[in-house]
Structures are given as structure tokens and as C-alpha cells.
């Protein structure tokens, strides 16, 4: 799963992914998640909610009008996202998701290869 995603990506590293102009390969990716574990880490800019981090199996997830929805078994996460920012380190693919231009909160997703080769 983890060498699927990556092939995915990798001319893509280091870009902004946005809607409309890269929607398909959005959706490509958003799907490439699925049965994954990821380790989510939501950034707030809110001065009374820093963080949160997750570990979790990925069960369905959608990039839909500038929306990211994650399902887990536990958990429902939609974040706003204007596109998605892929790095990679050999065992590992971050996928970043800014809420704005600006300063904002920000989804990040990490996926290790160990826990997700099959």
C-alpha cells in the first residue's frame, strides 16, 4: 500500500495540489489512503485548542469543495483544506493540508511504510 501511494506521488513532492486544476489526482490520493494506518496531527491557530494527534486505520475519505473527510472506525474528521503539500522521506510520506493562506490551522498526515507494506 505505502509503494502504491508513493508512486502516486512522487512527481508531485514539494507542490501544491489544489482543486480544480489536480481534483482527479486529489481524489487519487484521498483514496490511496484507504486501510492505511496514519498518524493525523491537527494544528489549530486557536490560542485554547493547540493539537490533537490520532492514530488510526483510514476507512473511507473524500476531497469534496475544499473539504478533507477522513473516516475512521472511531472517528469522522472533515477539514477544510485549500490543496494538500506532499514531502517524503524514504520511509515516510507527510501529506500537509493549510486551512488558508494565511496563518491557520493545518491537517498533517504521516505515513510510515513500516505498518502499511501489504
Known amino acids: 500500500m ?4 508513493y508512486s502516486l506521488v512522487r512527481d508531485h513532492l514539494n507542490q501544491r495540489l489544489f482543486d480544480p486544476k489536480n481534483l482527479e489526482l486529489l481524489k487519487q490520493i484521498m483514496n490511496a ?5 496514519v498518524h493525523l496531527h491537527v494544528n489549530s491557530d486557536s490560542q ?7 492514530v488510526m486505520r ?8 475544499g473539504k478533507i473527510s477522513i473516516k475512521t472506525t472511531n472517528h ?7 490543496g494538500i503539500i506532499i514531502t517524503s522521506q524514504q520511509e515516510q510520506i507527510m501529506i500537509t493540508a493549510p ?5 491557520g490551522s493545518m491537517l498533517i ?10
Not at 485554547?48 to 490520532?54: H, I, K, V
Not at 469522522?76 to 485549500?82: E, K, S
Not at 486551512?99 to 496563518?103: K, L, N
Not at 498526515?109 to 501489504?118: H, T
Open 33 to 37: 489512503l484507504v486501510g492505511m494506518t
Open 76 to 82: 469522522n474528521i472533515g477539514f477544510p483544506a485549500l
Open 109 to 118: 498526515i504521516i505515513i510510515n511504510r513500516e505498518g502499511n507494506l501489504v
Open 99 to 103: 486551512s488558508s493562506e494565511e496563518v
Open 2 to 5: 505505502f509503494d502504491n501511494l
Open 48 to 54: 485554547y485548542d493547540r493539537s490533537c494527534e490520532l
Open 58 to 65: 483510514v476507512k473511507s475519505t473524500s476531497y469534496v469543495g
